[in-house]
Nanobody
Framework: QVMLVESGGGNVQTGGSLRLSCVTS????????IGWFRQVPGKEREGISC???????NFDASVEGRFTISRDNAKNTVYLQMSSLKPEDTGVYYC???????????WSQGTQVIVSS
């Protein structure tokens, strides 16, 4: 059974940092891409970053230079390190089994990130 369990959200002030963890199970993480998404009320879920099985990454322009991804395939875990956080980063964050919303097979439960000014 494919599962993704996310943790690490919370409240932080502008300029602060948070690290989200996405623990996967039911598949070999080393062969798959993992996407990170953000959703705010009234808007569609949007992709903000992606890591491929080979460890390469890409980021949406809104988070480029502030967010990084790392993966520990032995621990079946992907991390999203978020730095220099802004109020507009506020939302519910999800990890998922693909980097395009319409291709996602399984989502994490989501975790709330609130950045206060």
């Amino acid at each position: 059974q494919v599962m993704l369990v996310e943790s690490g959200g919370g409240n932080v002030q502008t300029g602060g940092s948070l690290r989200l963890s996405c623990v996967t199970s039911g598949f070999d993480l080393g062969w798959y891409k993992i996407g990170w998404f953000r959703q705010v009320p009234g808007k569609e879920r949007e992709g903000i970053s992606c890591t491929l099985g080979d460890g390469s990454t890409n980021f949406d322009a809104s988070v480029e230079g502030r967010f990084t991804i790392s993966r520990d395939n032995a621990k079946n875990t992907v991390y999203l390190q978020m730095s220099s956080l802004k109020p507009e980063d506020t939302g519910v964050y999800y990890c998922a089994t693909d980097c395009e919303v319409y291709r996602v097979y399984q989502w994490s439960q989501g975790t709330q990130v609130i950045v206060s000014s």
